[in-house]
């Protein structure tokens, strides 16, 4: 029996049992930062920057203000190397492309868009599209009876979103199909268009996710794409028609281990899709490459860029056979 002097009364565990119910969220909190230690974000070195990152103080102090923690950067010499320190679990948080992001999901089903950034105009990624001039090509079913050209096979708008697009439509075409002409560059393969050689090119556009309602902030597009740099090479703009689309290719995201405590989540989302209006200067260092700031991500949005993962994964066994 407990002593009468240690029991606690009725009344007092309820109010016992309320306090600790309120001081719980709190206590989860703290729990996860403890857990971490350091918070590591991981990104890939820019070609000839080494291991150095632009604004590295700037950048540490920002990310360690909005999660409440030591934060640290992680530079990776590639992708590759990006992956696995993720899905090791020796980085929380990784900066991706599209498809590096997709083979992260492959690799290990641990990793999860927070968000991603978009164009001042509103785009949010590309799409691949095929290209014709005076109607040449009537339609995709007659792909075969005519002489197309493609960027290299390891171009991703040119040849390899192509191929994943046409497959999620139910077109299946093999790399070598004889009737597909692979220039040695993005460039060459417009100037068969160009010059006659070809009666339809695969290119790309940026394009806005169809679910995304534009914004007063959103800018005009600027020229840009496949059927501008045709134009420039001497084409009519009426000349061009447009024959077929691809599925839309989201920029690259920013992601996290799926594991990451959701408090945590959120402080990142929050930080991120404010970001460009309350620190521009701190936005241009997280993201130079699109200035229109950035937007939440979904895994699903990701859907083409883990159609072209298999794509080439698929390749890669055919190859090795």
Not at 162 to 178: Q, V
Not at 269 to 282: A, E, G, K, M, Y
């Given at each position: ?15 016992a049992a ?10 989860a909190?703290?729990?996860?930062r403890?857990?971490?230690g350091t ?11 080494g ?10 102090d ?13 530079v ?5 190397a990006?992956?696995?320190?993720q ?17 992260a999901?492959?690799r ?5 868009p927070?968000?991603a ?15 014709t001039?005076?109607g ?21 708008g ?7 697009g046409?497959?999620?439509d ?26 006659g050689?070809a ?5 790309w556009e940026r394009?806005a996710?169809?679910n995304?309602t ?11 794409g ?11 703009k ?5 024959v077929?689309?691809?599925g ?6 920013h992601?996290?281990?799926?594991d990451?405590d ?6 990142l989302?929050?930080f ?7 620190s521009?200067?701190i936005?241009?260092l ?6 229109g700031g950035f937007?939440?991500?979904?895994a ?7 159609s072209?993962v ?12």
């Amino acid at each position: 029996m407990i002593p009468a002097d240690l029991a606690i009364r009725p009344g007092w565990k309820v109010l016992a049992a309320a306090v600790t119910l309120l001081a719980l969220p709190h206590a989860a909190h703290a729990d996860w930062r403890d857990q971490i230690g350091t918070f590591r974000i991981g990104i890939v070195a820019e070609p000839g920057a080494g291991n150095t990152v632009p604004g590295l103080a700037l950048l540490t102090d920002a990310y360690g203000k909005a999660l409440g923690m030591k934060v640290e950067f992680v530079v990776a010499h590639n992708y590759a190397a990006l992956i696995e320190a993720q899905a090791d679990g020796r980085i929380q948080y990784a900066v991706y492309s599209a498809t590096a992001y997709a083979t992260a999901s492959e690799r290990c089903g641990c990793v999860e868009p927070l968000v991603a950034p978009i164009d001042a105009d509103g785009a949010t990624g590309i799409r691949s599209v095929l290209l014709t001039r005076d109607g040449k090509l009537p339609d995709v079913a007659v792909l075969q009876n005519h002489r197309i050209a493609m960027a290299p096979a390891d171009n991703v708008g040119g040849s390899l979103l192509p191929l994943a697009g046409l497959a999620a439509d139910g077109i299946k075409i093999a790399e070598d199909a004889p009737f597909l002409a692979h220039a040695g560059s993005a460039t060459a393969a417009e100037a068969m268009l160009v010059n006659g050689q070809a009666d339809a090119v695969f290119g790309w556009e940026r394009a806005a996710a169809e679910n995304r309602t534009p914004i007063a902030g959103d800018q005009p597009a600027d020229p840009d794409g496949t059927a501008a740099r045709l134009e420039a090479a001497g084409i009519p703009k009426a000349a061009l028609q447009i024959v077929w689309t691809s599925g839309l290719l989201p920029y690259g995201p920013h992601a996290v281990r799926s594991d990451l405590d959701p408090e945590a989540k959120r402080r990142l989302t929050v930080f991120l899709t404010n970001l460009r209006s309350q620190s521009p200067d701190i936005y241009d260092l997280v993201e130079s490459k699109h200035s229109g700031g950035f937007i939440s991500a979904a895994a699903g949005d990701y859907a083409m860029a883990a159609s072209i993962v298999r794509l080439v994964s698929a390749g890669s066994d055919s190859d090795a056979q």
